[in-house]
């Protein structure tokens, strides 16, 4: 593969300049199920050792503990990797304590409030910006003036607090797209659509054809959150779909009920049961070509190819089509993902753990984890990536050429919103998509959210 160089302003496609550069976090408690404090990092030990150990505060040898949500063989892999370059690059052991993705989201309040490790996997804009307003995380503005120059005015944005304070170190982002097989659209004859009427088209022609026209899961929520975002992008336009995220617009607009009412013209060329159904078995519909398409993040479709060791050269993707004119294809969910320093960390590992900070933040650390990264993208300006694939290098141009990127519903908005209210809503109306049914849907999502919103 040639090189590729990736501005991190271009890959998070400068999308908050001149706009909102980030959500202001609201007071409001996480709904998330209480653990144990000390669970989620007793769950799981990767360690990456070094073999010259930092010192601690008291001049012996420091363990820095790192919490991670990298549960997935693949993305599993790159972390590890990734950490054991930083532990030998800044001289100090690193053990990961790896806990199932949607555990450690769900569970995050308690863990933060308990004994959490030194550092912890995390995402950038208003889900950080939520547990740094609680106190939960730790501020690395000393961090930031030592790696600040390696990236843009985007990505340093979204590592702010809502008090201007950094603190979230990014290594990545990806783009949510619909992903096909090249051999099935060879052997089928069939195009690209770039408009709705033709992806309708499409859609009625792979059902035709014996094809399960859409790979779609839900089980786990969040993933069908990335559908809502999409549509609402497309129909009504980035600013928007940000106000609604801020409930600056109440969910009763009639521009929402054509939102569902989109959706709910595509649903019966989905793969039936979604509620019921991990994202890793929709991917594998796709792998098998009983589907010709999905609509998801390349974090998980892409990784899910790489650890089924299906043919990753055969998969490609395109932008989700245009409907309303007015916007096009300009705007995308990409999120960002990296790493924060937790406030209740044990303070003779917190200068080790900023060390480890200031590596991670660095064009090196990107590339050292894309090497076995095969489906993110660097932010790092001036981040040269040799090892990039057919899917990597278009992931780079589809997010910068947009002209503005949302993070996700669930980063987005309030956590407890998306996760006590959303996340059921949206899968009650995947199993009801009646016009009655979007409206009854609709006002209990308004109701819920001015008391969440209001509190």
């Not at 933040?361 to 050292?368: K, W």
Request: net charge negative; charged share 15%; proline share 5%.
């Amino acid at each position: 593969m040639s090189n590729r160089v990736v501005s991190g302003s271009a890959a998070l496609s400068g999308s908050f300049t001149n706009r909102r550069s980030v959500l202001k976090g609201l007071a409001l408690a996480v709904g998330a199920t209480a653990l144990p404090a000390g669970l989620v990092t007793a769950c799981g030990n990767s360690p990456g050792a070094s073999s010259t150990p930092a010192s601690g505060a008291s001049g012996g040898a420091t363990t820095v503990t790192f919490g991670s949500n990298y549960s997935d063989p693949a993305p599993k892999a790159a972390f590890e990797a990734l950490s054991k370059s930083a532990g030998q690059k800044v001289g100090a052991t690193i053990a990961i304590n790896t806990v199932d993705h949607n555990t450690f989201q769900n569970n995050i309040n308690s863990y933060l409030q308990g004994t959490p490790d030194t550092l912890f996997t995390w995402f950038a804009g208003y889900r950080m910006q939520f547990f740094a307003q609680q106190g939960l995380i730790a501020p690395i503005d000393d961090v930031w003036a030592k790696i600040g120059n390696n990236f843009g005015p985007a990505a340093q944005s979204l590592s702010k607090g809502s008090d201007g304070h950094y603190y979230f170190v990014p290594i990545y982002n990806y783009p949510w797209v619909v992903f096909f097989n090249k051999s099935t659209f060879e052997e089928k004859g069939y195009e690209v659509p770039k408009t709705w009427d033709a992806y309708l088209t499409l859609l009625k022609k792979m059902k035709g054809d014996g094809l399960t026209p859409l790979a779609f899961a839900d089980k786990d929520g969040w993933p069908a959150l990335g559908t809502f975002d999409i549509l609402n992008l497309r129909i009504n336009g980035y600013d928007f779909h940000i106000q609604l995220m801020k409930h600056q617009v109440p969910w009763t607009d009639p521009r929402i009920t054509q939102v569902f009412q989109q959706w709910a013209e595509i649903l019966p060329y989905c793969q039936p049961g979604a509620t019921g159904r991990i994202w890793q078995d929709a991917v594998k519909a796709l792998e098998s070509k009983q589907a010709g398409l999905m609509f998801q993040g390349t974090n998980q479709v892409a990784a899910q190819y790489v650890t089924d060791g299906k043919d990753l050269s055969d998969l490609d993707f395109f932008p989700f089509p245009e409907i309303n004119p007015q916007f096009g294809q300009d705007y995308m969910d990409a999120p960002t993902d990296g790493f924060c320093l937790a406030k209740n960390a044990k303070e003779d590992t917190v200068a080790a753990g900023k060390k480890v900070l200031e590596y991670l933040g660095t064009a090196e650390a990107e590339a050292t984890f894309l090497k076995t990264d095969q489906w993110d993208v660097a932010v790092a300006q001036g981040a040269t990536i040799p090892t990039y694939n057919a899917i990597q290098k278009k992931s780079a141009e589809v997010i910068s050429s947009c002209k503005a990127v949302s993070q996700f519903m669930d980063r987005d908005t309030d956590p407890g919103f998306a996760s006590n209210v959303m996340i059921p809503s949206i899968q009650k109306f995947i199993n009801d998509p009646s016009i009655g049914g979007i409206k009854s849907l609709q006002a209990s999502i308004e109701a819920q959210a001015k008391t969440i919103f209001t509190n």
